[in-house]
């Protein structure tokens, strides 16, 4: 089948790849929904939605700062460095990630120039569209400005013991919030039509990772498929994706990606 997958990536014209906490999970940072993953241990109505915010913003400051350092201790694995090899080796690829640790973006710096036409790193990172935001980064939960200065992947460490020491908007004084999409909040408009569009657009959708239960983004490898495009599953289990797709690869992402994205021969 990989071979079959290889050719099929070799012809295509067009690529999305839709990722989830799955590729991730090699870099040490729990799933969601899988037996002791996140939401085991949280409920996710208290603590990634807008309700959870207003009711006990500390708690949730607490949440999102412990995985913020848990996100800066990891390092992409072999499966976000097979993407980003491949979203440098070629314009035509786009990542649409629901992920929100920013290790794609990780994987793209750091990995090494690739022969024999190598596109830029920024050219790469424009295409990994982070559909559910970046929990590294803040923004004011009234005035949406992101803090002035803010590194976007390296924030200080927050003290979040008590309210009055969670940080603070310096335009307007509002408390700030993790810059991502919660439950019941709507995704950014133009980058979902994006995503809508380039999966419409793509031959191929490869669905890395994901338990395809959260909408809208479970929907575009639908999309794909819609417009005559293959969908190639990515997944040690079986998703309600699978019967939609042309190829389903039982295993881990960070053994198979580099299988199905490494390079073919040298001129490529
Ligand atoms: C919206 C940011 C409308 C926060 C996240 C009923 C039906 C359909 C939809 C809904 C419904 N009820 C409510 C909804 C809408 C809701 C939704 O889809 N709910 C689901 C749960 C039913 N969606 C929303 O609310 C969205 N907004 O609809 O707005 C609207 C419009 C206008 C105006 C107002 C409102 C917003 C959704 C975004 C939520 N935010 N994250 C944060 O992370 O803190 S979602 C969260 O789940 C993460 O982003 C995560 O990525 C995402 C999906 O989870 P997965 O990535 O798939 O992770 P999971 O653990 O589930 O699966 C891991 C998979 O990896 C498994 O399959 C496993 O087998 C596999 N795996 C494990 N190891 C490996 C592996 N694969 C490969 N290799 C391995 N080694
Ligand atoms: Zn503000």
Not at 150 to 176: I, T
Not at 185 to 199: G, H, I, T
Not at 207 to 223: F, I, K, R, W, Y
């Amino acid at each position: 089948m990989i071979e079959e997958i290889r050719s099929a990536i070799a012809a295509a014209r067009g690529i999305v790849i839709l990722t989830g906490a799955g590729v991730s999970a090699e870099s040490g940072i729990p799933t969601f929904r899988e037996a002791g993953g996140l939401w085991a241990r949280y409920r996710p109505e208290e603590l990634a939605t807008p309700q959870g915010f207003a009711r006990d913003p500390r708690k949730v400051w607490e949440w999102y700062e412990m995985r913020r350092r848990a996100v800066l201790a990891c390092a992409p694995n072999p499966g976000h460095e097979a993407v980003a090899r491949f979203l440098r080796r070629r314009e035509d690829v786009t990542v649409l990630t629901q992920n929100v640790d920013g290790l794609h973006h990780r994987a793209v710096t750091g990995v090494d120039e690739e022969g024999p036409f190598p596109l830029d790193g920024s050219s790469a990172r424009a295409r990994i569209l982070e559909l559910h935001g970046n929990l590294l980064r803040s923004r004011c939960s009234e005035c949406e400005v992101a803090p002035a200065g803010e590194p976007p992947d390296h924030p200080a460490a927050l003290n979040v013991d008590s309210l009055e020491s969670l940080p603070r908007c310096e335009a307007c004084g509002a408390l700030l919030r993790p810059d991502v999409v919660w439950f019941g909040e709507p995704l950014n408009e133009e980058l979902l039509d994006r995503a809508f569009a380039v999966a419409r657009a793509a031959d191929l959708c490869l669905v890395v990772g994901t338990s395809a239960v959260v909408h809208p983004a479970a929907g575009l490898p639908l999309a794909t498929r819609e417009t005559g495009g293959s969908v190639c599953e990515v997944n040690p289990e079986p998703t309600p994706l699978t019967s939609f797709s042309t190829w389903s690869l039982r295993g881990r992402s960070a053994a198979l990606l580099p299988q199905i994205l490494g390079k073919t021969d040298p001129s490529r």
